[in-house]
C-alpha cells in the first residue's frame, strides 16, 4: 500500500499532464512543474503557465 500511494502521488498524476502537455514545446521542467501543481488547483496551472 505505501508503494502504491507513492505511485499515485508523483508517476499516475503527473503522467496525464505530461501525456496532454507532449506538444506544446514546454520544457521538461515546465511539464513536470505543471504535473505537480496543476491537479491541485486551477489557479497553480495557470501561474505555471505565466511564469
Known amino acids: ?3 502504491y500511494g ?3 502521488l508523483t508517476v ?3 503522467l496525464p499532464v505530461a501525456l496532454a502537455t507532449a506538444g506544446t514545446g514546454l520544457r521538461a521542467v515546465s511539464i513536470a512543474y505543471i504535473g505537480w501543481f496543476g491537479p491541485r488547483r486551477l489557479a497553480s496551472l ?3 503557465l505565466l511564469g
Do not use: A, T
Open 6 to 8: 507513492l505511485i499515485s
Open 12 to 14: 499516475i498524476r503527473i
Open 1 to 3: 500500500m505505501v508503494v
Open 46 to 48: 495557470v501561474f505555471g
